[in-house]
């Protein structure tokens, strides 16, 4: 089993619709959380941190779930810009090194 | 600030031929990363380093691959050998780890790698 898992999509999503995917982790010592965006053939880069308590940012929301080990984002109003590769990142006890997930491929249509 | 550099960005070399990938990382971050990806693997840890210290190196596939970081800006990453499965692209990423905090990375461009 891989540390983090994403579905690899991709999710085909309606412009102005919602979608919402989730990254599950299997080291339950996981004390860091991110969402990061890669384009393509561009390099990933941090969209938002994941805090216990959930977080939002604009139209995007983050959340964990530490019983059940994953995460998860969800984009409202998704725009055609926000189409992209969506990686979740976990850091270990440890605080430093990052796993990241296969990805989730988010495809917005007009 | 210019953000984390790497070279070069393109390299196409035939097999068995060394390849040196080149990185500095962001003017005051003291830990640095080298992370490799692929359409199968996705984006693997290949190793760290804390304050120019490898801390752990248990990515690097095979003794084929080294790295070094001479000092807080600057870092290679060697394969020698190279092998047709090297090929991909190999990022660079840095951040300011500070003890009890997240800790956020910053990618570089990356260098893509094909081995003929």
């Known amino acids: 089993r891989k540390e983090v898992e994403q579905d690899p999509g991709p999710f085909n999503v309606p412009e102005g619709a919602t979608v919402a995917f989730n990254c599950t982790y299997s080291?339950?010592?996981?004390?860091?959380f991110f969402w990061y965006r890669q384009d393509c053939r561009k390099e990933p880069k941090l969209l938002m941190s994941?805090?216990?308590s959930g977080n939002e940012d604009g139209r995007f929301t983050a959340q964990l779930n530490r019983a059940s080990q994953y995460i998860s984002l969800l984009i409202r109003d998704s725009k055609l810009s926000d189409s992209a590769t969506y990686l979740c990142?976990?850091?270990?006890?440890?605080?430093?090194?990052?796993?990241f997930g296969g990805g989730t491929r988010v495809l917005v249509k007009p | 600030d210019a953000g984390v550099i790497q070279s070069p960005r393109h390299e196409v070399t035939e097999m068995g031929q060394e390849v040196t990938l080149r990185c500095k990382p962001i003017?005051?971050?003291?830990?640095l990363f080298w992370y490799r990806q692929t359409m199968m693997r996705g984006l693997e840890l290949l190793i760290y380093?804390?304050?120019?210290?490898?801390?752990?190196d248990s990515g690097m596939p095979e003794d084929r691959f080294s790295a070094k970081m001479p000092n807080a800006s600057f870092s290679t990453l060697k394969i020698q050998p190279s092998e047709p499965r090297d090929s991909a692209v190999y990022f660079c990423?840095?951040?300011?780890?500070?003890?009890?905090?997240?800790?956020?990375?910053?990618f570089g461009a990356g260098s893509r790698l094909t081995v003929l």
């Open positions: 990423a840095s951040s300011l780890r500070v003890t009890g905090a997240a800790n956020v990375l910053t």
């Open positions: 080291n339950s010592a996981s004390q860091s």
């Open positions: 994941v805090y216990s």
């Open positions: 990142a976990v850091g270990g006890a440890a605080g430093n090194k990052l796993t």
């Open positions: 003017s005051g971050h003291n830990s």
């Open positions: 380093f804390n304050n120019n210290v490898p801390i752990d």
